[in-house]
């Protein structure tokens, strides 16, 4: 009987032993591993699987252009591993699947593209110490909460807010005929609803009147009410920040409807600077404006990024594929830099992180001490014969803008 105990608890110790020693490598020092492993965690199923696809692809091409490089040269070039999860537009999911990245071992996370889940899931990787870097995800909580572990690369809400009002006037300063009534349409997420409460607070000082707000869900199958209540109100401009499926539905409804706005412009909208919506929908997308972020028209890094992401996945590099390649090239040079795959090190590396070479309309990417990309800027873009094009501000700019588009 003593025997069997004596085995049975040496069993069990090592058990332990192996369990304590994995959850080591998981939240510690994994730099002995085969292999470095990331996260991405973006949308592939659901309403927002196109653009979580095209940012997924963007992940992998950046991956895949530190490996050719050698991988990770100060930890005796290591490759990296990519691991995928989708969070199907779902806050829970999002919870969950960091949770499950978090247990697989990654050294940080590269994701979400919706504000939505881009909130919960950077609570939750904050409770287990592990970097995330969010490429898309506006809400101006996400960098206000005093997290120590989340970072982003893009504008925030009232960032976007802000920069469209200042380019309203300037547009509207050389204008031969003024613009100063519009209607703001949005879908209803902590997204959308952010961005128009900005704008809605701050109009009047602009010389804009906001004539109505006029929330949506972004899985709404009908528009109709919306439409009418845009022709009743017939205002000079209607201001709107969407996803690509309801942003369709907007455009293609105004067009249809008895009453045409004298310019459509979006604020950090997911259509008008959606790859697909651009190239595909130009019956309906000429002279639409948005201010959103973009790539740099004057880099030649750019330039060679977009077709190696044309050339290994058949599409144009969209805006939003362009934030992921760079957020996980962020993370890919802190842990260079970190020489090690702990999350803290990785952490305080990317507090240190100046960036110069990268493809983005902004000065260095770097990081204040909420974790938000201090350098980060919205531009003006405008869709002309299927291309969009940075109209604003001088620096970026490509082409003067048509304005307005009516």
Known sequence: MKKWLAVFMLSFLTIVLVACNSDASTSGDSSKGESIKIGSLHPLSGGLALEGQEMKDAVKLAIKEKNDAGGIQSLGNKTIELIEADHEGSPEKGVSEVQKLDRAGVVGIVGAYSSGVALPATQEAERSRLPFI???????????????????????????????????????????????????????????????????????NYGLEILEVLPHASSTADLSSTINKISASKPDIVLTTTYLRDGVMLVEGIQNSSYTPRAIIGVANGAFSNAKFITDYQSINNLLMDVNYTINPHSDLAKDVKAKY????????????????????????????????????????????NLEDHILPQEAIQFDNKGQNINAKAVLNQIIDGATKVVGPAEYLEVKPVYPSK
């Not at 962020?330 to 999350?343: C, K, N």
């Open 310 to 353: 044309k050339e290994a996945y058949g599409r144009e590099m969209g805006p939003n594929a362009a934030y992921s390649f760079m957020a996980t090239t962020v993370l890919l040079d802190a842990i260079e830099r970190a020489g090690s795959t702990d999350r803290e090190a990785i952490r305080k590396a990317l507090t240190e992180t």
């Open 134 to 204: 969010v490429d898309i995800g506006a809400a101006d909580e996400i960098t206000e909460r005093g997290f120590k572990y989340t970072f982003r690369l893009q504008p925030a809400a009232s960032s976007f807010s802000k920069d469209f009002l200042e380019y309203f006037k300037d547009l509207n300063e050389n204008a031969t005929e003024k613009l100063s009534t519009a209607v703001i349409v949005h879908e209803d997420s902590v997204f959308g609803t952010s961005i128009a409460k900005v704008i809605k607070d701050n109009a009047a």
